[in-house]
């Protein structure tokens, strides 16, 4: 583990402004008690009790919360269903002709789902999944593009009980089929295709392919998003469409009664080592925290048209484009594409287009306008934002303050917001109507979150030093364990600091209180916004048949937050050339995904290892990044890393 940089210490800890509420925020925020930071502090409990009594029970729960660490229940004994609480109670309101969705196609092609619509949808393709043997409890697969099929197939299996496990689409085969196997999924919704920047990605092909290898696959759905350009090949007795299997189903479809601590999906991610996480996170516990936050978080109005640019593969996705928006009864708006397709301003014309009031984005995403230029959102409107947000990265000044000026046009508070995959939920970021800001920092724990930033004894440091971002109490919407391997999730969160969940974050904390986050301490990178495991990318180099030996680092980028760089040791008799760099960039796509394609690699002749055989790569990320060499008393032959750095200097 790896101590968070001392120049990004010293740069962040130069930042000294700060921006206050804006006064008429202030005054009409849903979060605008001070007050309300004690009251939770106090009883936590009861401060969550309150917020679960905003959703549609069946039954109510005994106990809101049972903690033997680190397995926690919440809201014990309820029964309700996230799909009912997302759309059935709101179709049945007067919010059944609001819209729900509001979908943008990258071609152009758009469309509203009211709530009345949407319950419909799902109701039609619950009873499909249904007559294709899918049961409360079986694991379903769903690996698409931003369609609003996607929405609608998750709240589908959360209408009958049955956890999804969505596969972001931008994965390979190999990634796909992993993680089926790894959940048992018993059936794959997919799309015949996705655009992407005009052009086709073959999603169904990709699908054939993983289920070469997938037993307990049965059936596959397929949107028909492309048509006949796809070329889908379908499988008799495997393969069904999707308009085929809903326009037979019935649009009536009961809620399946849920227990609150039910698995509601099961979300791959990246750890340190070994294969992708199932993050675990079960129905009621996490549909409170995400509604909760996202109502005080994002400051939710009823009119509000809301905008979260992530991809529904990610947990970013899960929270906070579905499941937190539909249970606060809101607007949230669907992109299919990218932020450059047909143009640079794309963004800012679907914000003036439909009046968006609240956007939710990442930094790396903001670096990319910043090198785009001011030009381009100069060209709109952009009046009807009054709050922004990030995630995904910490988020250097400047890029804060440009989003502020250019963006914000110096009006919209803005919303930097800590979390993970395994955290379900926003833990740390202000309170937009409560907090004053400073760029680049996440500021404070949100009412009920108890975070610490420790020494690697379990001590807390003093303002101002840098150490460990801890989570000292349960949260509701904390993931309950890792899907088949609980020995893991106490091995990897609950380890270092016996009963603290350790985030794998570096983290400081200054005189006000403030957090600044510093990236990963770990072995994990954060490549534009995406979690990959240098384990992951280093799996995938040596599968190649040239390769012998691969250490990956995650390298500081100007745009993508970091890059990816490899270096390799080849087997005998291989020549290392520019060929062969191109074929192992492709090589790691096709084995993970475009993702994961390094940016870098570097043929080097030995790795600087320690005496027991570990690769040393502090020292590598050292060279990359032109840094004084670190403590090398530890190696082997210290002489292969002074020659490597020599090396680098001379090709890189
Ligand atoms: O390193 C932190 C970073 O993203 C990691 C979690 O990645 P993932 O599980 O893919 O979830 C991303 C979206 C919630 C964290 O461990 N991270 C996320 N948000 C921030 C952040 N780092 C700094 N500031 C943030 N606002």
Redesign the pocket.
């Known amino acids: 583990m790896s101590a968070p940089s001392e120049k990004s210490l010293a740069a962040l800890l130069d930042e000294r402004r700060t921006f206050a509420p804006p006064e008429d925020f202030r005054r009409r925020a849903n979060a605008s008690d001070p007050g309300i930071y004690d009251r939770a502090l106090r009883d936590p409990e009861a401060f969550w009790a309150a917020e679960a009594r905003q959703l549609d029970w069946f039954t109510p729960w005994q106990k809101v919360l049972e903690w033997n660490v680190p397995w926690a229940k919440w809201f014990v004994g309820g029964k309700l269903n996230v799909a009912y609480n997302c759309v059935d109670r709101h179709a049945h309101s007067a919010r059944r002709n609001k819209a729900a969705i509001i979908w943008e196609g990258e071609p152009g092609d758009s469309c509203v789902l009211t709530y009345g619509m949407l319950e419909r949808e799902v109701n039609r393709f619950a009873n499909a999944l249904r007559s294709l043997g899918v049961a409360k409890g079986d694991r379903v697969a769903i690996y698409m593009g931003m369609v609003p099929e996607l929405a609608i197939a998750m709240l589908a299996c959360a209408k009958i009980g049955a956890p999804h496990s969505i596969v972001f689409g931008g994965f390979a085969a190999e990634a796909l089929r992993e993680r089926i196997n790894d959940a048992k999924a018993k059936v794959v919704v997919t799309c015949d295709g996705a655009w992407r920047r005009g052009s086709i990605v073959p999603l169904k092909a990709s699908v054939d392919e993983a289920l070469r290898g997938t037993p307990t696959i049965q059936s596959v759905v397929v949107v028909r998003r492309i048509g006949d350009a796809a070329k889908a090949a379908m499988q008799a007795g495997r393969d069904v469409w999707w308009h085929e299997v809903t326009d037979a189903a019935s649009d009536q479809c009961a809620a399946e009664p849920m227990d609150a601590e039910d698995m509601l999906f099961v979300l791959y991610?990246s750890g340190t080592t070994g294969k992708p996480k199932g993050i675990v996170h079960t129905s009621a516990g996490y549909l409170v925290g995400v509604s909760t936050t996202h109502r005080y978080v994002f400051d939710i109005k009823e009119e509000d048209v809301y905008w979260c640019t992530a991809d529904i593969g990610?947990?970013?996705g899960h929270s906070y484009i579905v499941y937190g928006p539909l249970a606060n009864g809101a607007t949230s708006l669907m992109y299919e594409g990218t932020p450059d397709y047909p143009d640079r301003d794309r963004f800012w014309s679907v914000i003036d287009k439909y009046g968006v009031n609240i956007f939710y984005t990442a930094p790396t995403a903001i670096r990319t306008f910043m090198r785009w230029g001011t030009e381009l959102p100069a060209r709109h409107s952009l009046s009807s934002l009054r709050l922004l947000g990030?995630?995904?990265?910490?988020?250097n000044p400047e890029a804060w303050i440009w989003y502020h000026d250019y963006i914000g046009r110096r009006r919209c508070p803005i919303v930097?917001?800590?979390?993970?995959?395994?955290t379900g939920m926003i833990l740390i970021s202000p309170l937009p109507g409560l907090t004053a800001t400073k760029p680049g920092s996440?500021t404070r724990p949100l009412p009920g979150i108890v975070a610490e930033v420790v020494d690697a004894k379990g001590d807390a440091v003093g303002p101002g030093a840098g150490g460990y971002l801890v989570l000292k109490r349960p949260w509701p919407a904390m993931m309950r364990t890792i899907y088949g391997d609980p020995d893991r999730y106490v091995q990897q969160y609950w380890s270092r600091y016996p009963g603290v969940y350790f985030?794998?974050?570096g983290c400081k904390v200054d005189e006000d209180s403030y957090f600044w986050?510093l990236?990963?301490v770990d072995d994990v990178m954060?490549v534009a916004?995406?979690?990959i495991s240098t384990y992951e990318v280093e799996s995938a180099l040596v599968d190649h048949s040239s390769v012998a030996e691969a250490a990956v680092i995650g390298r500081t980028h100007e745009v993508k937050g970091q890059g990816i760089s490899a270096f390799v040791t080849l087997k005998e008799g291989v020549t290392p050339d520019d060929a062969l760099k191109n074929e192992l960039k492709q090589h790691v796509v096709g084995k993970i995904g475009a993702i994961a394609r390094p940016d870098e690699i570097f043929f080097v002749s030995e790795l600087p290892k320690t005496r027991s055989a570990k690769i040393m790569r502090r020292l590598l990320r050292d060279i990359a990044e032109g840094r004084i060499l670190g403590d090398t008393t530890t190696l082997a032959d210290p002489a292969v890393v002074a020659r490597l750095k020599t090396q680098y200097q001379e090709e890189g």
């Open positions: 991610t990610w947990v970013t990030t995630v995904g990265e910490p988020i930097d917001t800590w979390w993970q995959t395994e996440a985030t794998g974050d986050l990236g990963r954060n916004g995406h979690r």
